[in-house]
């Protein structure tokens, strides 16, 4: 009976490794993914309706200061025209204008061509001389036709 010997590796076991690598790339792109797809529904979520007014309950108030805006951006306040354009004059017209004072309401009837620069620089002339009560005034949908 002789002896053999049986052969055992003894040298180092290696572990089983995780490749993460792979599991990195995919969660790179579902966060792509959805950082894409949460800023798109942010636009797609956003439905405008422009507004309209019924033409028979505006009143008069007797604290409003009326700017009429035209197409081609000239201002005049209470049915009196602005000289000029520039936000300093349209401050010392409404300063003048308002009646009631910090409590006037400024309603800006503004040209629907009129530019978006026009109606700002009425909005920030208001701010200027303290008139915080700010509206726009619409025109009825049954109206506009005629």
Known sequence: MTRGRMQFRHGARDEPE???IPFIDVLLV?????????????FTEMQLRLPTADVDSQRDYPKEVIVAVSADGRYSINKKPVA????DT?????GAAATGGKDSVVVISA???????????????????????????????AQAGH
């Open 18 to 20: 995780i490749n993460l």
């Open 30 to 42: 579902v966060l792509i993914f959805l950082m894409l797809s949460t800023t798109y529904s942010k």
């Open 84 to 87: 000029d354009r520039n936000v």
């Open 90 to 94: 349209v401050a010392a017209a409404l």
């Open 111 to 141: 040209d629907a061509s009129s530019p978006h620069q026009a109606v700002i620089t009425v909005m920030e002339a208001a701010r200027r001389v303290g008139l915080v009560q700010i509206t726009f005034a619409a025109q009825s949908t």
